[in-house]
């Protein structure tokens, strides 16, 4: 399966901007890029997922590096909600879509 | 629609006994995930059904686990006899067919403690 690198933990203050990274250096080119985000005592849930452009939606928004071996998931203003493991994932093209979860970084935001 | 529905929230039982989760995933959804997560190991994948089939079990740590998927609305996960390393919360998730493009979506998950 293909590997993800996250920092295991940032920080941020509220009301910030936050800037998540992501290796992935083995990624091929038809595989997906998905985050998602695990609020404490709760299920993982989908934040944003792209392949190639820049992605923007309500939650946040994804950069992705024009060789595609990183991204940055991009939360524009961080409030105290926003305290959860985030997860960098590649969707393999190849094995149906199962979904293999790394360590990933855990953010704390600062009142 | 509800989401991912699964069953017991919380399950505390006795070393040897068996344990049955179970997990409703979002109508219409072909493809339903069964997941562990420990402090120690994180989220690991057990098992994947395709249109109720199991694609893929390589992460079922032992003869002691098993899934079914007898319909596209109900999933089990058994465990027998449990252990004490059994201990964790165990998610289920289902998306639907869309490759690199669908989501998934993760039930509120079910706490196992085995004494």
């Known amino acids: 399966d293909a590997k993800t690198t996250q920092p295991n933990s940032m920080e941020s203050n509220e009301e910030e901007p936050v800037h998540l990274p992501c290796n992935h250096s083995?990624?091929?080119?038809?595989?997906?890029i998905h985050w998602y985000r695990q609020l404490p005592s709760q299920g993982p849930e989908y934040v944003i997922h792209?392949?190639?452009s820049n992605v923007n939606n309500r939650m946040a928004s994804l950069a992705i590096a024009e060789d595609r071996k990183s991204s940055t998931l991009i939360l524009h203003r961080a409030t105290l909600r926003d305290a959860a493991v985030y997860y960098c994932?590649?969707?393999?093209?190849?094995?149906?879509?199962?979904?293999?979860f790394g360590q990933g970084t855990t953010l704390q935001v600062k009142p | 629609d509800a989401g991912v529905i699964q069953s017991p929230r919380h399950e505390v039982t006795e070393m040897g006994q068996e344990v049955t989760l179970r997990c409703k995933p979002i109508?219409?959804?072909?493809?339903l995930f069964w997941y562990r997560q420990t402090m120690m190991r994180g989220l690991e994948l057990l098992i994947y059904?395709?249109?109720?089939?199991?694609?893929?079990d390589s992460g079922m740590p032992e003869d002691r686990f098993s899934a079914k998927m007898p319909n596209a609305s109900f999933s089990t996960l058994k465990i027998q006899p449990s252990e004490p390393r059994d201990s964790a919360v165990y998610f289920c998730?289902?998306?639907?067919?869309?490759?690199?493009?669908?989501?998934?979506?993760f039930g509120q998950g079910t706490r196992l403690t085995v004494v």
């Open positions: 998730a289902s998306r639907k067919t869309g490759q690199g493009r669908a989501e998934a979506f």
């Open positions: 083995t990624i091929s080119g038809t595989d997906y």
């Open positions: 792209g392949l190639t």
């Open positions: 994932i590649l969707l393999i093209s190849s094995n149906t879509g199962k979904l293999i």
């Open positions: 109508s219409g959804h072909d493809y």
């Open positions: 059904f395709n249109n109720n089939v199991p694609i893929d």
